[in-house]
């Protein structure tokens, strides 16, 4: 019995000590290690009115976008190309990173306009036919001959 004690405390002892020994190296920890990647930051936060007034409905749009700036043993700008297309879309990846984030702001205003002016020219469109029944919402059959061919 007094044996299994040593050998059981013999092991435990190894097993603590190459623990302790192992944990606290830097060279050894993976979570400690430098990757090569430096990262850099773009913030915008911008609020638009719809015609300039801020009596009118608004759009806000708050974007941070982080990239990487600088990888040791990679192409930095290929990098840049993937995180553009994935992030933003493939229709931005040929500029650099402060432009693509810019036009990218200036289309989601320009959506928010558009979508607006939509909804001004059907909102009377669905006022007028707000008490009816979905029968009067849509297209009749007689109504067909004055659309245009596609």
């Not at 850099?40 to 759009?59: A, G, H, M, R, V």
């Not at 493939?90 to 432009?99: A, H, I, K, N, T």
């Not at 607006?116 to 059907?122: D, T």
């Amino acid at each position: 019995m007094r044996r299994k004690v040593f050998v059981f405390s013999f092991l435990v002892a190894v097993l603590l000590s190459s623990l302790f020994s192992s944990c606290n190296q830097d060279k050894r920890s993976l979570f400690k290690a430098d990757n090569g990647i430096e990262f850099d930051t773009i913030n915008i936060e911008k609020k638009y009115f719809l015609d300039d007034n801020p009596e009118n409905p608004s759009c806000n749009l708050k974007l941070t976008f982080v990239y990487p700036e600088r990888i040791s043993n990679f192409d930095a700008r290929a990098a840049r190309r993937v995180f553009l297309r994935t992030v933003i879309g493939p229709s931005y990846d040929s500029l650099s990173v402060q432009e693509a984030v810019d036009r990218y702001a200036r289309n989601y205003i320009a959506n928010y306009r558009n979508d607006a002016e939509i909804y001004k020219v059907n909102k009377p469109l669905h006022d007028e036919h707000a008490g009816d029944t979905a029968e009067g919402l849509y297209v009749t059959d007689e109504e067909l001959d004055y659309l245009p061919e596609v």
